[in-house]
């Protein structure tokens, strides 16, 4: 039986800021109580993922991303069949929608949080910028994840851009 809580970071270690994903999960794992977490990490997101939110209370994907406001965003997902449905690489909506519609429900409550990346380049390390922003994002992960309450992580959550 899965944990109660995914945690899901994705990127490429090997394209500089794209491996913000997968390095706040290496924190995570360091520094978090495990008892109710499963972590999970990948290049990518894909259709065979819809089937990772199973039987989950809550779920928090991790990535890079150039389009944030702050050092970080934290939303709310709601299952979205976008331009990337039908591409091999997926957005977190998109992959809701694929668990909407292959299991019949409403997936559990998904949130993403977003890490400000600036440069994606092959063979680059992380940048300066990017390795402020995940020390930043690791500090709000652990909160969250020291709470696992769908009301607290709400509270949490960026307000939608009008």
Known sequence: MP??????????LSRGDDALGPLLLEHVESRCNLSQLDILSDFQL???HALDLE?????LFVDASVACKHAFD?????????????????????VLAVYQ??????????FLLSIKGEKFE???????NAAAHLVEAC???ER??????????LQQANPAES
């Open 3 to 12: 944990k109660p809580v995914l945690l899901f970071g994705y990127g490429n």
């Open 46 to 48: 894909q259709i065979e």
């Open 55 to 59: 039987n989950r209370r809550l779920v």
């Open 74 to 94: 934290f939303t709310l997902l709601e299952p979205e069949r976008d331009k990337s449905y039908t591409t091999h690489a997926m957005s977190p909506a998109a």
């Open 101 to 110: 519609s292959i299991k019949k429900q409403t997936p559990p409550p998904c």
């Open 122 to 128: 092959l063979g680059e390390g992380l940048g300066s």
């Open 139 to 141: 500090v709000f992960a």
């Open 144 to 153: 969250l994840l020291a709470n696992p309450d769908l009301d607290f992580w």
